[in-house]
Antibody, heavy 121, light 107 residues
Framework: QVQLQQSGPGLVKPSQTLSLTCAIS??????????WDWIRQSPSRGLEWLGR?????????DYAEPMKGRININSDTTNNQVSLQLSSVTPEDTAIYYC???????????WGQGTMVTVSS | DIQMTQSPSTLSPSVGDRVTITCRAS??????LAWYQHKPGKAPKLLIY???SLESGVPSRFSGTRSGTEFTLTITSLQPDDLATYYC?????????FGQGTKVEIK
């Protein structure tokens, strides 16, 4: 049974970097035909896809255009996890952040439990 | 980006009612559409993938159909446990995009 366990701080100061981790059990971070995505939800934006990382002979990343320049998604094969870093945060980045597995035709079939992140001084 | 227009934004049916939620894509996405159920404090749950395929373990009262760029999620007999917000999502092309959500409040 695949499970995703998220961790990270729930409060980040403006201009600092938001960092979250998603630990994967029951699957491999470098498995073929799956990707590990980050999605957030806020009242103003609804569900918003942020980016992904996946392995097909080498590692690839894709990021949502509005996030480019601020976002970094990394894989950690030693600990079988993925991480999200979002720099220069503002209150607009306040949201529930989710990691999710994109499994080919099955779309996002497994989700983490979500992390509420508030950007405030 | 592909826009997903979902309607209605809220529904207040009674237990046992047939519920229909619609999602329209701004351009062709073939069958690459998923439906999710989201309850407060929980992770979204995949219900339907590839427009009409039922995810394993999901009750058969949920079904999905496609007509061109219009997609429909139907709950044939609403149950109290179906109180949630439902989202559509296209995965035909990047960036993946979601509908605005339909909140189902049981009357």
């Amino acid at each position: 049974q695949v499970q995703l366990q998220q961790s990270g701080p729930g409060l980040v100061k403006p201009s600092q970097t938001l960092s979250l981790t998603c630990a994967i059990s029951g699957d491999s971070v470098s498995a073929n035909s799956v990707a590990w995505d980050w999605i957030r939800q806020s009242p103003s934006r609804g569900l918003e896809w942020l980016g992904r990382t996946y392995y097909t002979s080498r590692w690839y990343n894709d990021y949502a255009e509005p996030m480019k320049g601020r976002i970094n998604i990394n894989s950690d094969t030693t600990n079988n996890q993925v991480s999200l870093q979002l720099s220069s945060v503002t209150p607009e980045d306040t949201a529930i952040y989710y990691c999710a597995r994109k499994n080919g035709v099955f779309a996002f079939d497994i989700w983490g439990q979500g992390t509420m992140v508030t950007v405030s001084s | 980006d592909i826009q997903m227009t979902q309607s209605p934004s809220t529904l207040s049916p009674s237990v046992g009612d047939r519920v229909t939620i619609t999602c329209r894509a701004s351009q062709s996405i073939s069958d690459w559409l998923a439906w999710y159920q989201h309850k407060p404090g929980k992770a979204p749950k995949l219900l339907i993938y590839k427009a009409s395929s039922l995810e394993s373990g999901v009750p058969s009262r949920f079904s999905g159909t496609r007509s061109g760029t219009e997609f429909t999620l139907t709950i044939t007999s609403l149950q109290p446990d179906d109180l949630a917000t439902y989202y559509c999502q296209q995965y035909n092309s990047y960036p993946w995009t979601f509908g605005q959500g339909t909140k189902v409040e049981i009357k």
